[in-house]
């Protein structure tokens, strides 16, 4: 047996997140409630520190905190704490360059370029796409364009999945679609830009279809390399009215503009966008800015 035992615990220290950044209340039930978080934080903490036996190294794993976390400023005092920041821009491009150098591949710029934008700081899933591409290259230099067909698909389906949200008014769904998008860190400008393009495609192939052009040459038009990517769009199309897309493209466009004038924030935008295109009621307003585009 090893002379050592390994406990990995995830999220403890994030179930007092909300707690560390409450504000003072004045009430007896404010003060009830914080002395009853300290009486937990005390308690944890004379555990970590003396109840955990030699024999055990105990690792507590989070997301995202606060350095104003109760139980975090308690244990930090007394543990080592190690930050693995995810690699963005510059340092995600030069990963996943390295990532495919050690597995004796190739890659052209602009393929990194694209896997970045399309994959975000997702490092399991990152990892996941570099070995498709490995597999489906085969040995020659891995192309942007074979970042579009073996990548972009799977993006394609939480796109896909997002549109059909929005446009049957399933606001709930559409807010999971693109937390989970958020968290798989998906840039909101590519999110935003990724909407603008399916909602064009689909009205383009709404169109094609009432002028009776084949699947084949509206695919070729369209310029799709995937027949999956068509038969989706296609399936859109015949199910969502024209009226319908063009109000929504008309607001993806005035949040386009509201994020490049700096008038909101992109994430702030999407949100708001999605809620307000989902929403039956309409009461919310997309952000908009004042011009033309």
Do not use: C
């Not at 009853?36 to 109840?51: I, N, S, W």
């Not at 990517?229 to 897309?245: G, I, M, N, P």
């Amino acid at each position: 047996m090893s002379p050592k035992r390994l406990v990995i615990v995830n999220g403890l220290i994030g179930r007092f997140e909300s707690q560390g950044k409450s504000r003072r209340s004045k009430s007896t039930t404010g003060r009830t409630k914080k002395s009853a978080v300290q009486d937990e934080v005390t308690a944890f903490t004379d555990f970590l520190t003396a109840g955990v036996p030699d024999s055990t190294i105990l690792v507590l794993v989070e997301g995202i905190i606060s350095g104003e976390n109760p139980l975090f400023k308690a244990v930090s005092k007394k543990a080592v704490v190690k930050n693995f920041p995810l690699p963005k821009d510059a340092d995600l491009q030069e990963w996943i360059k390295k990532k495919v150098t050690e597995e004796h591949g190739t890659i052209v710029p602009k393929a990194v370029s694209l896997l970045a934008r399309i994959v975000g700081s997702d490092m399991w899933a990152m990892a996941n796409e570099v070995n498709k591409l490995l597999l489906y290259s085969d040995g020659r230099t891995i192309t942007e364009e074979d970042v579009a067909l073996i990548v972009a698909s799977s993006q394609h389906t939480s796109v896909f999945d997002l549109v059909d949200s929005i446009l049957e008014f399933r606001g709930e769904q559409a807010q999971k679609i693109l937390q989970d998008q958020f968290f798989a860190g998906v840039a909101p400008v590519y999110l935003l830009f990724m909407l603008s393009r399916q909602v064009q495609l689909i009205v383009r192939a709404s169109e094609m279809k009432k002028n009776r052009v084949n699947n084949r040459d509206i695919q070729m038009k369209l310029g799709m390399r995937s027949e999956w990517v068509l038969r989706k769009t296609l399936d859109q199309a015949e199910r969502y009215s024209l009226q319908r897309l063009r109000d929504v493209y008309q607001k993806i466009l005035q949040t386009d503009i509201a994020i490049k004038t700096g008038s909101f924030a992109p994430e702030l935008a999407l949100n708001i966008l999605v809620a307000e295109l989902s929403s039956k009621s309409g009461k919310r307003n997309v952000p908009a800015a004042t011009g033309r585009r």
